[in-house]
């Protein structure tokens, strides 16, 4: 890899990062039943994963999430500190650290972004990221909040509507950005 290619990757992994604490300007939606709200900083994680394939995207995350360990309240509603990673939402920020990994490698392995298809795209967020994250926070939430762990992974269910829309959302405006500015994913 060449001097210009790292600083390419570097760039554009530094405004996937910016995206991602954007998203997170706007505010979370309580849902009531459990303390993790609806929020769209997720899409920037399956953004994330999509744009810069397993590695970067996983380096854009981790920085995210490093900044947020820090101190910055880059978090949904203002949240940071290194305190949010043990409260309920823990486990899903700690999900989001492999999630782009997981969905770039299966896209990788499935050829997902060069098929004419983008509903295969979709399955692959739907799973490698939805699905993913959704088991890993529900299993923490679950251990944090002394609940059951399967009311825990039910009330899940709640996100799944809005989840979808996003990751579609993703898929859409991945699948714009790749042909209209040459991202080149790194695997």
């Given amino acids: 890899m060449t001097n210009q290619q790292t600083a390419k990757h570097l760039t554009q992994t530094a405004m996937v990062t910016a995206l991602i604490i954007v ?3 706007f505010p979370g939606i309580p ?6 709200p609806v929020i769209l900083q997720n899409m920037g994680i399956f953004l994330a994963a999509e ?3 397993r590695k ?6 981790g920085l995210f999430l490093a900044l947020v360990a820090l101190g910055l309240p880059l978090l949904s509603g203002g949240r940071g500190g290194a305190a949010v990673f043990l409260g309920p939402t823990g486990g899903y920020l700690v999900a989001w650290l492999l999630t782009p990994w997981l969905i770039g490698t299966l896209m990788h392995v499935t050829h997902a972004t ?11 967020v739907g799973i490698g990221g939805i699905l993913f994250i959704d088991c890993v926070g529900g299993v923490w939430l679950a ?45």
């Fill in 51 to 53: 744009l810069l394939g």
């Fill in 31 to 36: 849902i009531g039943f459990i303390p993790v």
């Fill in 23 to 25: 998203l997170g300007f």
């Fill in 56 to 61: 970067y995207g996983t380096i854009a995350v």
């Fill in 114 to 124: 060069t098929a004419k298809n983008w509903w295969r795209e979709l399955l692959i």
């Fill in 143 to 187: 251990a944090q909040s002394h609940m059951a762990l399967s009311a825990a992974l039910l009330s899940n269910l709640a996100f799944i509507p809005g989840d979808l829309i996003k990751a579609g959302l993703a898929v859409l405006v991945a699948r714009r950005v790749r042909a209209a500015v040459n991202f080149d994913i790194a695997m």
